[in-house]
């Protein structure tokens, strides 16, 4: 299954807010849908494929990096659903998101296909590269790569950096400080029914 590339307002209406996504509010649905859907039961198998589309969308992965992350998380030790939080939180242009250099994770992806960042001052164009504590993140030395960054940090203010991460405003720096804790992640999601969806598939 291809990344998705279609009206965002749509998804968002359906499961709600992915600031991933887009920065976009949902507008509620009228009371006469609401009427007429409150007597369905809904079952357990539509709670937990929409949490998995939830993660999904918000990072924008295809179904099957989602499934890859989900496989690579049972394999680690710890909470599965934490950990696999933690490695979707760590990737690069997630990282970027979260410093405000860009508005949406689409957009940060963008960027680093179109080699606008350095890592360690080495040029990296993977948007799925897993950032670890040390790694300083930094704009190519080209006026179009510096004014788009500085574009996008003065339209959309990010309400407040993870604390993982550090930003320098001036010199365009991000820092990775630590790994993401579970705790500190700021994405309402039950990610152990994303789990439960794939329980037959890993």
């Known amino acids: 299954m291809s990344r998705y590339?279609?009206?965002?307002?749509?998804?968002?209406?359906?499961?709600?807010?992915?600031?991933?996504l887009t920065g976009r509010a949902?507008?509620?649905?009228?009371?006469?849908?609401?009427?007429?859907?409150?007597?369905?039961?809904?079952?357990?198998?539509r709670i937990r494929l929409e949490e998995k589309q939830k993660l999904r969308f918000?990072?924008?992965?295809?179904?099957?990096q989602l499934l890859k992350y989900v496989r690579i998380a049972?394999?680690?030790?710890?909470s599965t659903g934490q950990v696999l939080l933690q490695l979707l939180e760590m990737r690069l242009d997630n990282t970027i998101f979260c410093l405000?250099?860009?508005?949406?994770?689409?957009s940060a992806r963008q960027l680093v296909n179109h080699r606008h960042i350095f890592i360690n001052n080495y040029t990296v164009n993977?948007?799925?590269y897993n950032c670890e504590p040390g790694d300083i993140i930094t704009i190519k030395n080209k006026?179009?790569?510096?004014?788009?960054?500085?574009?996008?940090?003065?339209?959309?203010?990010?309400?407040?950096?993870?604390?993982?991460?550090?930003?320098?405003?001036i010199k365009l720096q991000g820092f990775v400080n630590q790994t993401i804790r579970s705790e500190s992640i700021d994405?309402?999601?039950?990610?152990?029914?994303v789990v439960e969806y794939y329980s037959r598939q890993v």
């Open 74 to 78: 049972r394999k680690t030790k710890g």
């Open 58 to 64: 918000h990072y924008g992965l295809t179904e099957r």
């Open 5 to 20: 590339r279609g009206p965002r307002v749509k998804i968002i209406r359906r499961l709600g807010s992915l600031p991933g």
């Open 26 to 45: 949902s507008k509620p649905k009228s009371s006469y849908i609401d009427r007429s859907t409150s007597n369905k039961k809904i079952s357990q198998y």
């Open 143 to 169: 006026e179009k790569s510096q004014l788009i960054i500085t574009k996008n940090i003065n339209s959309f203010q990010k309400l407040e950096i993870p604390n993982h991460l550090n930003f320098n405003s």
């Open 187 to 193: 994405l309402k999601i039950n990610e152990l029914l």
């Open 100 to 106: 405000g250099m860009a508005p949406t994770i689409p």
């Open 126 to 128: 993977v948007p799925s």
